[in-house]
């Protein structure tokens, strides 16, 4: 990683910046995985740029390219072709060390799937991120933004499904990440539980100013981002922005 950014840093300059200084700039990102006859083109040519504070939300059917974007944006995976920048720093040409500490310190993973360790509890659970991030905030802390301060102590098994996802949340947002990305997060809830999951979300956008990116194949959805991208074969076929972010609870349900 070049010095202009150095690893320590990260954290520290998560939501600082212009407004206007994007966090993402991607032009031509395109990702093939496998050879000749077996190739197959995940993302063919994908252009944005994503900006602080931003709550964006990708939309589009099963193979359509969102979770590969995803994994792209986060670090997890490395372009076939084109330019991805976070913040100026090219993450095409980073190498595994150099995306670790990415990962580590500028990304806050949430997906379908909890991933919670069973015998630890909540707070226990967050502080395992908290240990190894710089600047971190208390578990205390992250649990009380997603609304579980009066649940601190109790192990995954006495909490619902939404009151786990929001510990995934907590966990995800203790290193005070630039950027939340979250795959799927509802899917596996109810939609009054998958409200209170998606408040959380929002309350950490708005409130640290992080760059939350959701996919999902909901398009209710839609009306809570400030803008919408449509994935379709691998491209961005529509982008939509909204004047007013709408209310999670005001979606039509």
Same mark, same amino acid.
């Given at each position: 990683? &070049?010095?202009?950014?150095?690893?320590?840093?990260?954290?520290?300059?998560?939501?600082?910046?212009?407004?206007?200084?994007?966090?993402?700039?991607?032009?031509?990102?395109?990702?093939?995985? /496998?050879?000749?006859?077996?190739?197959?083109?995940?993302?063919?040519?994908?252009?944005?740029?994503?900006?602080?504070?931003?709550?964006?939300?990708?939309? /589009? +059917?099963?193979?359509?390219?969102?979770?590969?974007?995803? %994994?792209?944006?986060?670090?997890?995976?490395?372009?076939?072709?084109?330019?991805?920048?976070?913040?100026?720093?090219?993450?095409?040409?980073?190498? =595994?060390?150099?995306?670790?500490?990415? @990962?580590?310190?500028?990304?806050?993973?949430?997906?379908?799937?909890? %991933?919670?360790?069973?015998?630890?509890?909540?707070?226990?659970?967050?502080?395992?991120?908290?240990?190894?991030?710089?600047?971190?905030?208390?578990?205390?802390?992250?649990? =009380?933004?997603?609304?579980?301060?009066?649940?601190?102590?109790?192990?995954?098994?006495?909490?619902?499904? /939404?009151?786990?996802?929001?510990?995934?949340?907590?966990?995800?947002? +203790?290193? @005070?990440?630039?950027?939340?990305?979250?795959? =799927?997060? #509802?899917?596996?809830?109810?939609?009054?539980?998958?409200?209170?999951?998606?408040?959380?979300?929002?309350?950490? %956008?708005?409130?640290?100013? #992080?760059?939350?990116?959701?996919? #999902?194949?909901?398009?209710?959805?839609?009306?809570?981002?400030?803008?919408?991208?449509?994935?379709?074969?691998?491209?961005?076929?529509?982008? @939509?922005? %909204? &004047?007013?972010?709408?209310?999670? @609870?005001?979606?039509?349900?």
């Amino acid at each position: 990683m &070049p010095s202009a950014q150095p690893t320590s840093a990260l954290s520290r300059s998560s939501v600082a910046g212009s407004a206007r200084e994007p966090v993402f700039q991607v032009r031509g990102l395109a990702r093939v995985y /496998g050879e000749g006859s077996a190739a197959v083109t995940a993302l063919r040519g994908v252009d944005f740029e994503l900006f602080p504070g931003e709550l964006i939300v990708l939309l /589009g +059917a099963s193979g359509s390219g969102k979770s590969t974007l995803l %994994n792209q944006l986060g670090g997890l995976d490395s372009p076939t072709r084109g330019t991805l920048l976070y913040r100026g720093w090219d993450l095409g040409s980073a190498d =595994e060390k150099e995306l670790t500490h990415f @990962r580590r310190d500028a990304v806050g993973f949430v997906f379908q799937a909890y %991933n919670l360790i069973p015998s630890l509890t909540a707070r226990e659970n967050v502080a395992l991120i908290t240990g190894i991030c710089h600047d971190p905030m208390a578990p205390e802390e992250a649990l =009380e933004l997603v609304g579980l301060g009066a649940r601190l102590d109790h192990f995954p098994a006495q909490l619902s499904g /939404g009151e786990q996802q929001r510990v995934a949340i907590a966990r995800a947002i +203790a290193k @005070r990440p630039a950027v939340l990305l979250c795959d =799927e997060p #509802t899917g596996a809830l109810d939609v009054q539980t998958g409200i209170t999951v998606l408040e959380a979300i929002e309350r950490i %956008n708005r409130e640290l100013g #992080t760059l939350a990116v959701i996919i #999902t194949h909901n398009a209710i959805l839609a009306d809570m981002a400030d803008r919408v991208f449509t994935l379709s074969d691998g491209r961005i076929v529509s982008e @939509r922005t %909204n &004047p007013r972010r709408g209310s999670v @609870r005001d979606l039509a349900w």
